[in-house]
């Protein structure tokens, strides 16, 4: 299975560890085409230019099978991604850690063609994961 | 001309006499479907469900021509209907104000299917909403 995985990276920055661990645990399902995200976390890409980080993004969204995206902080890219991948037809997974969260927009929270789940321990995103890839293989 | 107009709105506050102004603008080239956005700029929406509000916006962005989108700041419901508006085909204008800005997306900036276009004084955005507009009936 192939995961494009998506959070917000030039926006508000997520949990420097949380990340890591999540794409970590994806890997045990498949690849993970956006592992790279786990290393720019503090840093974003400075040897590409924004055109080539918008055709390879894009790229390897239309070769994945699913769309795992980490909702918690607003973010244009996340959002453009999930729009993007649903009408391209592809299961999404949105996941935000509810005790950091500000109010999640209408347009993620109220659209029944996403999976939307709330976590607040790292290790119950774990879960959502595993329960959400399981159910797109069987 | 049936225009979608979008920003930022649960997440961080838009400028609150910017809008409103690129809003009433935008009413001398046809309809402004969500021109309520105006109203709820210092307090959300809470006399409707998120579900009502994602069908109802969902719908709008069908009907709609075109889609406004400020990107000021990062916003996964803007993000969400880019992602949409460019998968319907629609033509989409995103307006940044730079004095405010954060990076953008590359999502956004390396997207050469949007027309992307910096302002400082909210004079200039006018003027960029005159231009993308009258490219589109032309």
Known sequence: MKIYFSCSIRGERPDPETIPMLIGHMKKHGAVLTEHIADILDGDEFDVTDEE?????????GEADVLVADVTAPSLGVGYEI???????KPVLC??????RKRLSAMISGNRGLVVREYDKPEE?????????KSCVG
Request: aromatic share 16%; hydrophobic share 55%.
């Open 53 to 61: 980080i918008f055709l390879r993004d894009i790229a390897w969204l």
């Open 83 to 89: 729009g993007v991948a649903e009408a391209l037809g």
């Open 95 to 100: 996941l935000y850690r509810g005790r950091q």
């Open 125 to 133: 995103a774990r879960g959502f994961i595993d329960e959400f890839l």
